[in-house]
């Protein structure tokens, strides 16, 4: 209108909102992976291959009543020296139920050789063990808005424990699919990475050592003495030391 000073108006945007545009852009587009992590050889090969993969990792844990509780320190170390985002560590009282000699009162198996520990499913096998871990992965991931979970199963070495076989985590995985808003929105399409499955336990090591995965910080034992000390004779000892063996790579 004639006579009327025109006026440029200017919107101001508050510091804070956009530290908060900023901090929403950045999480929609990292990838975040959920790496369970029991603090053996194998978990911690898997985590160091995630963040190799450019991963955010966020590390679940369990502290299930198992003898060998003292892998939780070893996880914690881990998580500390490979960068994770956040560590968790979930109580689930496994020792309720009993059915393993890692949560009862049964005695570990010693001094087996590689073919006797290939017959028939194993006392230290847990029953519903990775479907209950995977499951609270599961929901951490969901809430995340993550499509990915790290689990560091072999059926080579292991080929005892039915929860470890490529057919298990086929079937897991469409399940997840199914059971999860994000599944069935159609947001995201969760897939569970298992890039031990197929390796050897030598072909493990050779990995992590690639990795530069800490070995030290590891432990494996499942019947471990006074500090923690590996009794050496269990088959988790026992194919630690022929993976390093075979490997030719020194445990340390």
């Given at each position: 209108?004639?006579?009327?000073?025109?006026?440029?108006?200017?919107?101001?945007?508050?510091?804070?909102?956009?530290?908060?545009?900023?901090?929403?852009?950045?999480?929609?587009?990292?990838?975040?992976?959920?790496?369970?992590?029991?603090?053996?050889?194998?978990?911690a090969?898997?985590?160091?291959l995630?963040r190799?993969?450019?991963?955010?990792?966020?590390?679940?844990?369990?502290?299930?009543?198992?003898?060998h509780?003292?892998e939780?320190?070893?996880?914690?170390r881990?998580?500390?020296?490979?960068?994770?985002?956040?560590h968790?560590?979930v109580?689930?009282?496994?020792?309720?139920?009993g059915?393993?000699?890692?949560?009862?009162g049964?005695?570990?198996?010693?001094?087996r050789t590689?073919?006797e520990?290939?017959q028939?499913?194993p006392a230290?096998?847990?029953?519903?063990?990775?479907t209950i871990?995977?499951?609270?992965?599961?929901a951490?991931?969901e809430?995340?808005?993550s499509?990915?979970?790290?689990?560091g199963v072999?059926?080579?070495?292991?080929?005892?424990?039915?929860?470890?076989?490529?057919?298990y985590?086929?079937?897991?995985?469409?399940m997840?699919?199914?059971?999860?808003?994000?599944?069935?929105?159609?947001?995201?399409r969760?897939?569970?990475?298992?890039?031990?499955?197929?390796?050897s336990?030598a072909?493990?090591?050779k990995?992590?050592?690639?990795?530069?995965?800490?070995?030290?910080?590891?432990?494996?034992?499942?019947?471990p003495?006074?500090g923690?000390?590996?009794?050496?004779q269990?088959?988790?000892?026992?194919?630690?030391?022929?993976?390093?063996?075979e490997?030719?790579?020194?445990?340390?």
């Amino acid at each position: 209108m004639a006579g009327r000073p025109f006026r440029f108006w200017r919107l101001v945007v508050q510091p804070e909102a956009v530290r908060f545009a900023r901090r929403t852009l950045h999480w929609k587009r990292v990838k975040r992976a959920v790496c369970l992590l029991s603090g053996g050889l194998d978990s911690a090969t898997c985590l160091a291959l995630a963040r190799r993969e450019s991963f955010a990792c966020y590390a679940i844990s369990y502290d299930y009543g198992q003898r060998h509780i003292i892998e939780l320190d070893a996880a914690s170390r881990l998580a500390a020296t490979l960068g994770v985002e956040r560590h968790l560590i979930v109580k689930i009282d496994f020792g309720a139920f009993g059915g393993s000699a890692l949560t009862g009162g049964s005695e570990v198996p010693k001094a087996r050789t590689t073919e006797e520990m290939s017959q028939g499913i194993p006392a230290t096998y847990v029953p519903a063990r990775n479907t209950i871990f995977l499951s609270f992965a599961l929901a951490w991931a969901e809430v995340l808005e993550s499509s990915d979970i790290f689990i560091g199963v072999n059926a080579l070495d292991y080929s005892g424990y039915p929860d470890c076989r490529p057919e298990y985590i086929e079937a897991y995985e469409s399940m997840a699919n199914l059971a999860t808003k994000a599944g069935v929105e159609g947001g995201l399409r969760l897939q569970i990475h298992t890039p031990l499955l197929h390796l050897s336990k030598a072909g493990i090591v050779k990995l992590g050592h690639e990795l530069r995965v800490p070995f030290g910080l590891t432990h494996s034992c499942y019947d471990p003495g006074p500090g923690g000390r590996p009794c050496g004779q269990c088959d988790a000892c026992l194919l630690r030391a022929k993976g390093f063996q075979e490997a030719g790579i020194e445990d340390r």
